[in-house]
């Protein structure tokens, strides 16, 4: 997608202006309308448009218009307009002309500041991301037709210089939802690892650890998962260097199980084929660590990525085996399908030991307890420390994804006590499932503050509401992190 600022919307095959609750057009709108003679306000009152946000009504023909087609997208309340309401608008407006034929879609945003008109421009790509590179036989009428958004503002370079601190975060959603989306026999440990060594060109600097220098760490329980694989699990380091020298690193670890068909204790059949995203918590953190190059943040970070492909074989891992973790605690295995937390397992332990961070936040496709608990729309936060999660609390809802903080009592701590090993990979059954998840993880963090967030239910739509965010991947995590770390931490550097 081009997006580019101007001054008009010359030459545009679209045009979209924003109208607020009440039918009230803004900024050059009400310009236009009466450039078209009023029929703008005709079409609005002879239909239900009302300026809803996350609306539209398309005006075709209109005399007196530079673009053959007029979109009227929904702002919502003027009162209450923000950059989420923004980003809604500006999404709808491409969702609504991008099968048309139109080319060129114009967003008319002069009346807004220049961080806004960014701020559209942003929105735009987001909703125009698809994950195509496999539909070859897709018809022309069904293939989007807009290849180019111009973003019409009323300084156009302040604009630009402020779209060129967003455009690396798109950058890096897309990169996020791209390693979401592929299917496992593409994207398997050594790919995933391959495809973050790239981004070395950024300015990251990435370690690839293979399965001989796991053995020799002790990344046993890591191991462990991948045991049944003819794929070979990976650990996948990277780390921005762009706080003050030797200052202490804030850290991510990321679950990345390319697939998981649950080993020996094997998923049923059915919906299986979307275990291929159990990768997702290991994208959102190679998705921020490439935002945050791609912005040259002022600050340290270091990503650890848990790469693995769970399967059955005759090497496979068992129910009832004990293995010995990275911390030297013992685990035993009573379910290999909560393999999510073996990979963090060592991850976290082996984070905290070299690179001794500030803290720790992991994402991970943990926990189906966690959909069950939340719902489809919101992510559970769980931490040993109030400064971490009130800062992914905080920062989540300005970019549009929901969390919700969810308790870690000592009490649960029994349920996972094993009686031959330190600790057993599950509790009693489903009750509090997510939860004793997150108090496995606690139990390899070393006491470093640390968060934990379970994106089972964000990680993958299939019926998105949100026109920045298309049905399949979402990159969910990149942007509530990248905001975190610039509104929390990289602003103390």
């Known amino acids: 997608m081009k997006i580019e600022f101007a001054a008009s919307a010359a030459a545009a095959s679209a045009l979209a202006v924003l109208v607020h609750d009440g039918r009230v057009l803004a900024g050059t709108g009400v310009d236009l309308d009466v450039a078209v003679g009023g029929a703008l306000s005709r079409a609005m009152a002879a239909g239900r448009f009302t300026g809803a946000l996350n609306s539209t009504q398309l005006v075709a023909g209109a005399a007196g218009a530079d673009a053959n087609l007029i979109v009227l997208t929904g702002a919502g309340d003027s009162a209450g307009f923000d950059d989420l309401a923004l980003e809604t608008a500006a999404g709808a407006a491409y969702h609504a002309v991008k099968l048309s ?18 701020r559209a421009a942003f929105a735009a790509r987001l909703a125009a991301y698809r994950f195509l590179k496999y539909r070859t036989t897709l018809k022309p009428e069904k293939t989007p037709s807009v290849g180019t958004i111009r973003v019409v503002a009323a300084d156009p370079k302040a604009a630009e210089a402020a779209y060129a601190a967003l455009s690396p975060v798109a950058d890096a959603v897309e990169f996020a939802r791209d390693l979401v ?4 026999n593409v994207l398997y440990p050594a ?3 391959r495809r973050v060594k790239a ?16 053995e020799t760490l002790g990344f046993r329980t890591l191991l462990g998962v991948g045991m049944g694989s003819v794929r070979e699990s990976q650990v996948a380091i990277l780390k921005w260097n762009g706080g003050a020298k030797g200052k202490q690193p804030i850290a991510f670890v990321g679950k990345g199980v390319t697939f998981d068909t649950g080993g020996i204790s094997i ?13 997702g918590g290991a994208a959102a953190v190679a998705g921020l660590m490439h935002a945050l190059a791609g912005r040259k943040a002022r600050v340290n970070a270091v990503g650890v990525l848990g790469l693995v492909e769970n399967m059955p074989d005759g090497k496979a891992q068992r129910p009832g085996d004990v293995v010995m973790s990275l911390s030297g605690q013992s685990v035993e295995i009573l379910n290999t399908d909560a393999e999510g937390r073996l990979v963090l397992a060592d991850c976290l332990w082996y984070c905290q030991d070299r690179f001794k961070p500030k803290f720790m936040i992991d994402l991970a496709t943990l926990t189906g307890a966690m959909i069950v608990a939340l719902g489809l729309e919101y992510a559970g936060v769980f931490s040993n420390s109030d400064e971490v999660a009130d800062a992914i609390v905080k920062a989540a809802p300005k970019v549009g994804e929901n969390v919700w903080r969810m308790p870690i009592p000592a009490a649960y701590e029994r349920h996972i006590d094993s009686p031959i090993a330190d ?10 499932g997510s939860i004793t ?10 006491g470093v503050p640390w968060a934990h967030i379970d994106i089972a239910p964000t990680a993958w739509i299939k019926d998105s509401r949100n026109p920045t965010v298309p049905d399949g991947a979402v990159g969910w995590g990149v942007r509530t992190l990248d905001r975190m770390v610039a509104d929390t931490y990289e602003a103390l550097e």
């Open 267 to 279: 998923k049923p059949a059915d919906g299986m084929e979307e275990m291929k995203w159990d990768m």
């Open 191 to 193: 790919e995933f690892a």
């Open 437 to 446: 998840a997150a108090l496995f993880l606690q139990r390899f963090t070393n």
């Open 199 to 214: 981004l070395e060109s950024l300015g990251l600097e990435v370690e690839i650890l293979g399965e001989a220098e796991l």
């Open 101 to 118: 034929g139109a080319e060129v879609l114009a967003l008319d945003v002069s009346h807004l500041s220049a961080g806004q008109a960014a």
């Open 423 to 432: 600790v057993k990979n599950t509790g009693n059954g489903r009750a509090g």
């Open 181 to 184: 989306a592929e299917p496992a």
